[in-house]
């Protein structure tokens, strides 16, 4: 089980003080403490799950670190696409053409409160891009240490990438958002990729099988 408390953010919107599955959160974890926030930008106890963007809270996403570099699935992987997965397995591809866990496309399954798919608690949501790219300049985000010392405390989270590899634990954060790519419909949806070397915030589209951290917003 998972706990959260609301807090507001720079930009006056309600947020949890945690990102999804942040070992603070975690009721069963030693380090469980619901008021706990991350004290930097590799507080490895503040990363959270890694979602594959648009899935469910199935166990596919939770991850358990041991060091702001090392993390470990608790569950394995699969190459089997499936739109209605039954297990806890990262869905995994190497298909070019179709670099999504699902076997079909389906950009509205974080899309509200009430989507099917949505992974966050009741009242609260997937952010939007702008949501997500507004509270960033609200809190001057502009690398780690403004980024953890914000209200949200948000940390260099690392992503997981396609195959199920992980990348850039304690060198960037990748926040999933709801919104799809301006790219093209059928492309991956946006994730916010902040505190890279330059310390520039940029938002790329990241392929929908790849995984991510989350910050729920209150609908």
């Not at 999804?20 to 959160?25: F, I, V």
């Not at 975690?26 to 403490?33: A, E, G, L, Q, Y």
């Not at 503040?46 to 594959?52: E, M, R």
């Amino acid at each position: 089980m998972m706990l959260y408390i609301p807090i507001t953010g720079e930009d006056g919107k309600v947020w949890l003080n945690n990102n999804l599955g942040a070992h603070y959160t975690n009721v069963n974890h030693p380090s469980f403490n619901i008021t706990k926030q991350a004290t930097s930008e590799t507080d490895h106890l503040a990363y959270g799950s890694k979602f594959q963007w648009g899935r469910k809270p199935d166990g596919h996403e939770l991850i358990t670190y041991t060091s702001s570099t090392a993390a470990t699935p608790v569950y394995g992987s699969t190459l089997t696409q499936n739109n209605n997965p039954t297990d806890a397995l990262f869905i995994a591809t190497i298909a070019e053409s179709n670099l999504d866990w699902r076997l079909t496309q389906n950009g509205a399954l974080w899309e509200t409160e009430s989507s099917s798919n949505n992974p966050c608690p009741v009242g609260f949501r997937v952010p939007a891009d702008p949501e997500f790219d507004n509270m960033l300049g609200s809190a001057n985000i502009t690398n780690g240490s403004t980024a953890s010392g914000s209200a949200l405390k948000l940390t260099f989270t690392g992503f997981r990438d396609y195959t199920s590899a992980f990348s850039s634990l304690s060198t960037s954060g990748v926040y999933w958002t709801s919104s799809k790519s301006q790219i093209s419909s059928n492309a991956a949806p946006n994730s916010m990729i902040y505190g890279l070397n330059n310390g520039v915030i940029t938002t790329t589209a990241q392929y929908r099988a790849g995984a991510a951290s989350i910050r729920c917003i209150k609908d």
